[in-house]
């Protein structure tokens, strides 16, 4: 089954500690990102990478870091999360940056809590 | 900066009526405009998308329409059912470099559909 999985669905941590929300597409898609949504403000996009070892910022990048080293995996990491990175987190793939066939797949996102 | 905006944040309606979904986009270089679904506690699932040279486009039970001259794009969800409840969300896209489009998200419409 094509599909787009996110770990951990849900997390709660405490400031400052690190963490890594992994993301992995089994779509052989070259286009990843990521996003967080907040009520009020819809989804953002925190970084995308348009291949292995191809990443750039989107938009709220601040105090996130991510890594493509395989096609597969885009793991998402918060070198030391604050409260205000708590959100709700999608991971998304698509065949090729949207130009192509336009079809962004989200995963089911991970709820990350941060005391 | 530009934006993507809805009309209504929530619409309830009859099992078995149409459902007419708005949205106004305001980036007057985005040629490629997406919807797509959020059912609770799932990640957006990709329901139809239309290009800047087309006026309206067709799927099950789907119909997306696009107003250039106004900058306004409507999803049309023919004889709702339950199964249709969830947030709705517009999308536009625009070039952002070489072949990737960065996408810009609506903040939603909470569609009911009442039994």
């Known amino acids: 089954e094509a599909q787009v999985t996110q770990n951990p669905r849900y997390l709660i941590t405490v400031t400052g500690k690190k963490l890594t929300v992994t993301c992995s597409q089994n779509m052989n898609h070259e286009y990843m990102s990521w996003y967080r949504q907040d009520p009020g403000l819809g989804l953002r996009q925190i970084y995308y990478?348009?291949?292995?070892?191809?990443?750039d910022k989107g938009d709220v990048p601040e105090g996130y870091k991510v890594s493509r080293k395989e096609k597969r995996n885009f793991p998402l990491i918060l070198e030391s999360p604050s409260p205000n990175q708590t959100s709700l987190y999608f991971c998304?793939?698509?065949?090729?940056?949207?130009?192509?066939?336009?079809?962004?797949?989200f995963g089911e996102g991970s709820r990350l809590t941060v005391l | 900066g530009e934006s993507v905006g809805l009309h209504l944040p929530t619409l309830s309606v009859q099992e078995g009526d149409n459902s007419i979904i708005n949205c106004a986009y305001s980036?007057?270089?985005?040629?490629?405009f997406i919807w797509y679904k959020q059912e609770s506690g799932k990640g957006p699932q990709f329901i139809i998308d239309i290009r800047s040279n087309m006026d309206k486009r067709q799927g099950q039970r789907v119909t997306v329409l696009l107003n250039k001259t106004v900058k306004h794009l409507s999803l049309q969800i023919a004889a709702t059912q339950p199964g249709d409840s969830a947030v709705y969300f517009c999308a536009d896209a625009s070039q952002s470099g070489g072949s990737n489009y960065k996408l810009t998200f609506g903040k939603g419409t909470l569609l009911t559909v009442n039994p």
């Open positions: 998304a793939s698509s065949l090729s940056g949207l130009a192509g066939t336009g079809e962004l797949f």
């Open positions: 980036n007057s270089a985005s040629d490629y």
């Open positions: 990478s348009m291949n292995v070892e191809v990443t």
